[in-house]
Protein backbone atom coordinates (compact mmCIF):
# COMPACT_ATOMS: atom_id res chain seq x y z
CA UNK A 1 0.00 0.00 0.00
CA UNK A 2 1.68 3.48 -1.04
CA UNK A 3 1.08 6.83 1.04
CA UNK A 4 -1.58 7.53 -1.31
CA UNK A 5 -4.05 4.50 -0.80
CA UNK A 6 -2.93 4.35 3.01
CA UNK A 7 -4.36 8.30 3.10
CA UNK A 8 -7.57 7.48 1.26
CA UNK A 9 -8.18 4.41 3.42
CA UNK A 10 -7.67 5.92 6.86
CA UNK A 11 -9.74 9.29 5.71
CA UNK A 12 -12.31 6.97 4.43
CA UNK A 13 -12.18 4.72 7.84
CA UNK A 14 -10.88 1.68 5.84
CA UNK A 15 -8.22 -0.79 7.36
CA UNK A 16 -4.56 0.13 6.53
CA UNK A 17 -1.14 -2.02 6.76
CA UNK A 18 0.25 0.53 8.90
CA UNK A 19 -0.54 3.64 11.14
CA UNK A 20 -0.06 6.63 9.05
CA UNK A 21 2.18 9.40 9.35
CA UNK A 22 1.98 13.09 9.03
CA UNK A 23 4.80 15.08 9.63
CA UNK A 24 5.06 18.79 10.28
CA UNK A 25 8.94 19.76 9.80
CA UNK A 26 9.55 22.87 12.12
CA UNK A 27 11.67 24.56 11.93
CA UNK A 28 12.71 24.73 15.43
CA UNK A 29 12.93 20.82 15.26
CA UNK A 30 16.10 21.31 13.14
CA UNK A 31 17.05 23.97 14.49
CA UNK A 32 17.87 21.90 17.99
CA UNK A 33 18.46 19.11 16.88
CA UNK A 34 20.04 19.81 12.97
CA UNK A 35 20.96 17.16 10.84
CA UNK A 36 20.04 13.95 13.34
CA UNK A 37 16.17 15.08 12.67
CA UNK A 38 17.24 14.90 9.17
CA UNK A 39 18.20 11.28 9.36
CA UNK A 40 15.20 10.34 11.43
CA UNK A 41 12.35 11.42 9.04
CA UNK A 42 13.99 10.13 5.70
CA UNK A 43 14.00 6.88 7.37
CA UNK A 44 11.11 6.74 8.36
CA UNK A 45 8.96 8.92 5.42
CA UNK A 46 5.39 10.64 5.92
CA UNK A 47 2.11 9.63 3.91
CA UNK A 48 0.71 13.44 3.38
CA UNK A 49 3.94 14.67 1.36
CA UNK A 50 7.22 14.14 -0.09
CA UNK A 51 10.15 14.03 2.50
CA UNK A 52 13.17 16.83 1.29
CA UNK A 53 15.90 16.94 3.48
CA UNK A 54 15.91 20.75 5.59
CA UNK A 55 18.44 23.11 6.15
CA UNK A 56 19.85 23.56 9.69
CA UNK A 57 18.62 27.12 10.46
CA UNK A 58 21.26 29.28 11.77
CA UNK A 59 20.00 32.74 14.12
CA UNK A 60 21.91 35.74 13.38
CA UNK A 61 23.44 37.96 16.16
CA UNK A 62 21.24 40.71 15.95
CA UNK A 63 18.68 38.36 16.36
CA UNK A 64 19.97 38.55 20.60
CA UNK A 65 19.03 41.27 22.72
CA UNK A 66 22.29 42.50 25.24
CA UNK A 67 21.16 40.11 27.82
CA UNK A 68 22.28 37.42 24.89
CA UNK A 69 18.17 36.05 24.92
CA UNK A 70 16.64 35.86 21.47
CA UNK A 71 14.49 38.93 20.59
CA UNK A 72 13.08 39.80 17.32
CA UNK A 73 10.72 41.53 16.30
CA UNK A 74 8.88 42.41 12.96
CA UNK A 75 5.21 42.81 10.58
CA UNK A 76 3.70 40.31 9.12
CA UNK A 77 1.66 40.85 5.43
CA UNK A 78 -1.44 41.83 7.36
CA UNK A 79 0.15 44.59 9.17
CA UNK A 80 0.35 42.99 12.83
CA UNK A 81 3.63 43.67 14.75
CA UNK A 82 4.93 40.50 17.01
CA UNK A 83 7.68 40.16 19.08
CA UNK A 84 9.74 36.60 19.47
CA UNK A 85 11.36 35.71 22.57
CA UNK A 86 11.93 31.84 21.95
CA UNK A 87 13.11 30.45 18.40
CA UNK A 88 10.45 28.40 16.63
CA UNK A 89 8.08 30.06 18.64
CA UNK A 90 4.70 32.11 18.05
CA UNK A 91 5.00 35.92 19.06
CA UNK A 92 2.84 38.01 20.94
CA UNK A 93 0.79 40.67 18.91
CA UNK A 94 2.24 43.86 20.19
CA UNK A 95 0.69 46.54 17.55
CA UNK A 96 -2.55 46.01 15.66
CA UNK A 97 -3.70 47.31 12.24
CA UNK A 98 -7.23 48.15 13.06
CA UNK A 99 -7.55 49.77 16.23
CA UNK A 100 -10.72 51.72 15.64
CA UNK A 101 -14.01 51.58 13.50
CA UNK A 102 -12.72 53.69 11.11
CA UNK A 103 -9.52 51.21 11.00
CA UNK A 104 -12.21 48.60 9.57
CA UNK A 105 -13.56 49.88 7.36
CA UNK A 106 -10.43 51.11 5.50
CA UNK A 107 -8.53 48.54 6.36
CA UNK A 108 -6.97 46.11 2.94
CA UNK A 109 -5.99 42.41 3.21
CA UNK A 110 -2.82 41.07 1.86
CA UNK A 111 -2.95 40.83 -1.86
CA UNK A 112 -3.67 36.80 -3.49
CA UNK A 113 -1.32 34.93 -5.71
CA UNK A 114 -3.29 34.85 -8.95
CA UNK A 115 -1.04 31.78 -10.25
CA UNK A 116 -3.59 29.35 -10.83
CA UNK A 117 -2.35 27.45 -13.56
CA UNK A 118 0.94 27.20 -10.88
CA UNK A 119 -1.44 26.10 -8.27
CA UNK A 120 -3.24 23.54 -10.92
CA UNK A 121 0.50 22.02 -11.86
CA UNK A 122 1.32 21.60 -8.07
CA UNK A 123 -1.17 19.58 -6.87
CA UNK A 124 -1.36 17.76 -10.56
CA UNK A 125 2.26 16.59 -9.86
CA UNK A 126 1.13 16.27 -5.84
CA UNK A 127 -2.07 13.91 -6.89
CA UNK A 128 0.42 11.22 -8.42
CA UNK A 129 1.70 9.93 -5.02
CA UNK A 130 -0.12 11.72 -1.76
CA UNK A 131 -3.71 12.69 -1.46
CA UNK A 132 -4.15 16.28 -1.90
CA UNK A 133 -5.20 17.53 1.48
CA UNK A 134 -4.23 21.10 1.11
CA UNK A 135 -3.43 23.35 3.92
CA UNK A 136 -5.39 26.94 4.20
CA UNK A 137 -4.88 29.93 6.28
CA UNK A 138 -8.58 30.68 6.51
CA UNK A 139 -10.05 31.16 9.86
CA UNK A 140 -11.58 34.24 12.01
CA UNK A 141 -11.18 34.16 15.38
CA UNK A 142 -7.46 33.70 14.95
CA UNK A 143 -7.22 36.70 11.96
CA UNK A 144 -9.18 38.98 13.64
CA UNK A 145 -7.56 38.54 17.24
CA UNK A 146 -4.29 39.30 15.05
CA UNK A 147 -5.22 42.10 13.48
CA UNK A 148 -7.13 44.01 16.73
CA UNK A 149 -6.19 42.18 19.20
CA UNK A 150 -7.72 39.45 21.79
CA UNK A 151 -9.09 41.09 24.30
CA UNK A 152 -10.69 44.12 21.91
CA UNK A 153 -11.86 41.39 19.54
CA UNK A 154 -13.67 39.09 22.36
CA UNK A 155 -15.36 42.59 23.34
CA UNK A 156 -16.06 43.63 19.25
CA UNK A 157 -18.53 40.05 19.76
CA UNK A 158 -20.46 41.37 22.38
CA UNK A 159 -20.63 44.39 20.91
CA UNK A 160 -22.20 43.46 17.58
CA UNK A 161 -21.17 46.63 15.45
CA UNK A 162 -21.83 47.22 12.30
CA UNK A 163 -18.10 47.88 11.31
CA UNK A 164 -16.76 44.63 12.96
CA UNK A 165 -19.10 42.46 11.42
CA UNK A 166 -18.48 44.04 8.07
CA UNK A 167 -14.54 43.60 9.01
CA UNK A 168 -15.51 39.71 9.53
CA UNK A 169 -17.83 39.40 6.27
CA UNK A 170 -15.05 40.59 4.04
CA UNK A 171 -12.47 38.13 5.54
CA UNK A 172 -14.94 35.37 5.38
CA UNK A 173 -15.11 36.49 1.55
CA UNK A 174 -11.20 36.55 1.41
CA UNK A 175 -10.70 33.38 2.77
CA UNK A 176 -13.42 31.65 0.30
CA UNK A 177 -12.05 32.84 -2.77
CA UNK A 178 -8.69 31.08 -1.72
CA UNK A 179 -10.57 27.93 -0.73
CA UNK A 180 -12.18 28.31 -4.51
CA UNK A 181 -8.83 28.77 -5.62
CA UNK A 182 -8.09 25.11 -4.33
CA UNK A 183 -11.63 23.69 -5.89
CA UNK A 184 -10.59 25.11 -9.35
CA UNK A 185 -6.88 23.94 -9.02
CA UNK A 186 -8.18 19.92 -8.25
CA UNK A 187 -7.91 19.84 -4.27
CA UNK A 188 -9.22 16.53 -2.77
CA UNK A 189 -9.04 18.41 0.63
CA UNK A 190 -8.97 21.26 2.24
CA UNK A 191 -7.29 22.26 5.84
CA UNK A 192 -9.07 24.95 8.34
CA UNK A 193 -8.15 26.11 11.42
CA UNK A 194 -9.15 28.13 14.44
CA UNK A 195 -9.26 28.03 17.85
CA UNK A 196 -12.13 28.12 19.68
CA UNK A 197 -11.73 26.52 23.36
CA UNK A 198 -9.44 26.83 26.48
CA UNK A 199 -8.11 23.29 28.06
CA UNK A 200 -11.72 23.38 30.17
CA UNK A 201 -14.57 24.80 28.02
CA UNK A 202 -15.16 26.78 24.91
CA UNK A 203 -13.76 30.84 24.70
CA UNK A 204 -17.14 31.87 24.41
CA UNK A 205 -20.73 30.20 24.74
CA UNK A 206 -22.31 28.16 21.82
CA UNK A 207 -25.13 30.84 20.90
CA UNK A 208 -22.47 33.06 20.13
CA UNK A 209 -20.18 30.66 18.21
CA UNK A 210 -23.16 29.73 16.18
CA UNK A 211 -24.11 33.79 15.57
CA UNK A 212 -20.89 35.13 14.80
CA UNK A 213 -18.69 32.25 13.65
CA UNK A 214 -20.17 29.69 12.45
CA UNK A 215 -22.09 31.59 9.54
CA UNK A 216 -18.78 32.74 8.19
CA UNK A 217 -16.93 29.45 8.61
CA UNK A 218 -19.74 28.28 6.04
CA UNK A 219 -19.44 30.77 3.49
CA UNK A 220 -15.70 30.07 3.71
CA UNK A 221 -16.32 26.12 3.76
CA UNK A 222 -18.50 25.82 0.95
CA UNK A 223 -17.24 25.83 -2.23
CA UNK A 224 -14.90 23.09 -0.89
CA UNK A 225 -18.20 21.29 0.54
CA UNK A 226 -19.83 21.64 -2.28
CA UNK A 227 -17.28 19.97 -4.86
CA UNK A 228 -17.29 17.12 -2.26
CA UNK A 229 -13.75 17.33 -0.90
CA UNK A 230 -12.93 16.33 2.49
CA UNK A 231 -12.45 19.03 5.11
CA UNK A 232 -10.02 18.79 7.82
CA UNK A 233 -10.13 21.16 11.05
CA UNK A 234 -8.32 22.17 13.60
CA UNK A 235 -8.83 23.71 16.97
CA UNK A 236 -7.06 24.22 20.26
CA UNK A 237 -9.15 24.15 23.09
CA UNK A 238 -11.69 21.50 24.40
CA UNK A 239 -14.26 21.88 21.26
CA UNK A 240 -16.39 19.12 21.80
CA UNK A 241 -19.28 21.05 22.37
CA UNK A 242 -19.24 22.13 18.44
CA UNK A 243 -18.65 18.43 17.01
CA UNK A 244 -22.20 18.91 15.75
CA UNK A 245 -21.84 22.18 14.33
CA UNK A 246 -18.91 20.77 12.59
CA UNK A 247 -20.72 18.04 11.14
CA UNK A 248 -22.92 20.49 9.75
CA UNK A 249 -20.57 22.49 8.54
CA UNK A 250 -19.63 19.24 6.61
CA UNK A 251 -16.01 18.92 8.76
CA UNK A 252 -14.45 15.05 7.94
CA UNK A 253 -11.72 14.97 10.09
CA UNK A 254 -10.13 16.66 13.06
CA UNK A 255 -6.84 17.84 14.69
CA UNK A 256 -7.73 17.92 18.09
CA UNK A 257 -5.58 19.38 21.06
CA UNK A 258 -5.90 15.82 22.68
CA UNK A 259 -4.79 16.34 26.25
CA UNK A 260 -7.63 18.30 27.36
CA UNK A 261 -10.05 15.44 26.12
CA UNK A 262 -10.87 11.73 27.69
CA UNK A 263 -9.27 10.09 25.01
CA UNK A 264 -11.92 7.18 25.27
CA UNK A 265 -14.71 9.69 25.61
CA UNK A 266 -13.00 11.56 22.37
CA UNK A 267 -13.23 8.32 20.63
CA UNK A 268 -17.03 7.38 21.39
CA UNK A 269 -17.97 11.04 19.83
CA UNK A 270 -15.51 10.30 16.66
CA UNK A 271 -17.57 7.30 15.73
CA UNK A 272 -20.67 8.97 16.64
CA UNK A 273 -20.46 12.36 14.05
CA UNK A 274 -17.98 9.72 11.92
CA UNK A 275 -14.76 12.24 11.85
CA UNK A 276 -11.38 10.87 11.66
CA UNK A 277 -8.60 11.84 13.49
CA UNK A 278 -5.02 12.95 13.49
CA UNK A 279 -3.61 12.11 16.47
CA UNK A 280 -0.90 14.64 17.96
CA UNK A 281 0.94 12.81 20.87
CA UNK A 282 0.85 15.54 24.14
CA UNK A 283 3.55 17.47 23.47
CA UNK A 284 3.44 20.09 26.76
CA UNK A 285 4.34 17.44 28.81
CA UNK A 286 5.00 14.05 27.74
CA UNK A 287 6.95 15.02 25.02
CA UNK A 288 9.07 18.03 26.63
CA UNK A 289 9.51 16.56 30.24
CA UNK A 290 8.63 13.02 29.95
CA UNK A 291 10.67 10.00 29.53
CA UNK A 292 11.67 7.64 26.22
CA UNK A 293 9.49 5.17 27.88
CA UNK A 294 6.41 7.60 28.66
CA UNK A 295 6.50 8.37 25.60
CA UNK A 296 6.76 5.04 23.66
CA UNK A 297 3.63 4.14 26.84
CA UNK A 298 1.70 7.13 25.63
CA UNK A 299 2.02 5.80 21.90
CA UNK A 300 0.75 2.22 22.77
CA UNK A 301 -2.22 3.96 24.46
CA UNK A 302 -3.24 5.68 21.40
CA UNK A 303 -3.32 3.03 19.61
CA UNK A 304 -5.16 0.56 21.42
CA UNK A 305 -8.05 3.41 21.48
CA UNK A 306 -8.00 5.02 18.29
CA UNK A 307 -6.70 2.05 16.14
CA UNK A 308 -5.55 3.75 13.37
CA UNK A 309 -4.80 0.85 11.55
CA UNK A 310 -8.16 -0.11 11.15
CA UNK A 311 -8.89 3.20 9.35
CA UNK A 312 -9.98 6.75 10.88
CA UNK A 313 -6.78 7.99 12.48
CA UNK A 314 -3.59 9.01 11.70
CA UNK A 315 -0.32 10.09 13.71
CA UNK A 316 0.77 14.10 13.58
CA UNK A 317 4.12 14.58 14.37
CA UNK A 318 6.26 17.60 15.06
CA UNK A 319 8.75 17.98 16.51
CA UNK A 320 8.78 20.97 19.14
CA UNK A 321 10.98 23.72 20.77
CA UNK A 322 12.47 21.68 24.02
CA UNK A 323 11.56 18.00 22.76
CA UNK A 324 14.80 15.96 23.86
CA UNK A 325 16.14 14.24 20.60
CA UNK A 326 15.29 10.64 22.16
CA UNK A 327 11.68 11.05 22.74
CA UNK A 328 10.78 12.25 19.30
CA UNK A 329 12.69 9.30 17.51
CA UNK A 330 10.95 7.35 20.16
CA UNK A 331 8.12 8.77 18.93
CA UNK A 332 8.29 8.19 15.27
CA UNK A 333 9.88 5.01 15.61
CA UNK A 334 7.43 3.80 18.07
CA UNK A 335 4.51 4.61 15.14
CA UNK A 336 6.80 2.68 12.48
CA UNK A 337 6.06 -0.49 15.15
CA UNK A 338 2.74 -0.37 15.36
Same mark, same amino acid.
Given at each position: ??? #???????? !???P???????????????????????? &????Y????? %??????????????????????D??????????? +????????????????????? =??Y????M????????????????????L??S??S?????????????F????????????????????? +??????? &?????????? +?????????????? =?????R??? %????????? !?????????????????? &??????? &????S????????D??E???A????????????? #????????? !???????????????? %???G??????????? +???????????????L
Amino acid at each position: MNS #RERVMNVL !AGKPVDRAAVQYYYSPVGYYEHGEKLNT &LYDKYHGDFA %PFERHQIPVISKDKYDKNGNYYDINADEWGTTYE +FRTYGIMGHASKFPVNTYEDA =KNYKFPEMSNDSAGLKNYISDYKKKYFSLMGSSASICERMWAIRGFEQFMMDIYDDSDEINALMDRLAEY +FRLQVEA &LVLAGAEGVS +FGDDFGTQESLLFS =KDVFRRVIK %PRLKHMMEP !AVKAGLHIHFHSCGKVLE &LFDDFKD &LGVKSIWPQLPVYDMKELRDALKYYDFSIAIHTD #RAVTMTSGS !AEEVRELVMLENEIFK %PKDGGAWFYVECDTG +FPFENIRTLVESVYSL
